[in-house]
């Protein structure tokens, strides 16, 4: 077996999520099957989050800056059609992930990034939904029988498990 150490995070790594576990399975892309099964994503004090093309490199694909550490990361689903499906960037990934940065919780669709750095506000800040006083420690969706996600669950540090009943975004990221 042969290991590869990734480099790139400049503090402690507190979470990681693999694209095959993501919860959502969207066949509409003609290379979904080897992005969903060839993505690792991680969560650092450092306030970033990195994504790593496995297939590619040791090197991460896409650095998010945060304001915050990032305790919690997942593959998640993505709410509208891609703008760019015939053109999109070198960047660009067919998901969205999704990240607890101390008490919020934010979601970045990756189909519209167009920079190896991603330092814009999120795509969707879910914070208001799930309400949490503390800081989130883990998130994950829950998916139906048909595999698509119905919950966002969140973990916080004050014992508290919180679950949306239907996860829907409106357009303007409220």
């Not at 305790?71 to 969205?96: I, Q």
């Not at 506000?121 to 989130?136: C, G, K, Q, R, Y």
């Amino acid at each position: 077996m042969q290991s590869v150490k990734l480099k790139g995070h400049q503090g402690q790594v507190l979470c990681l999520d693999h694209s095959s576990s993501r919860s959502t399975n969207d066949s509409s892309h003609p290379h979904a099957s080897s992005i969903t099964a060839a993505c690792l994503l991680s969560g650092s004090e450092d306030a970033t989050a990195r994504l790593w093309d496995l297939r590619a490199s040791c090197r991460a694909a896409l650095c998010i800056k945060t304001a915050g550490e990032v305790l919690s990361v997942a593959f998640g689903p993505s709410w509208e059609p891609s703008a760019n499906k015939d053109a999109p960037s070198p960047f660009s990934r067919e998901f969205t992930v999704y990240l607890s940065v101390e008490n919020s919780v934010v979601a970045y669709d990756l189909r519209k990034t167009t920079s190896q750095v991603l330092t814009e506000p999120p795509a969707w800040d879910l914070t208001h939904i799930l309400e949490s006083p503390d800081e989130v420690n883990q998130i994950a969706f829950s998916p139906d029988r048909r595999g698509r996600p119905l919950h966002l669950a969140a973990a916080d540090d004050s014992g508290s498990v919180r679950v949306t009943d239907c996860l829907e975004p409106s357009k303007d990221g409220k």
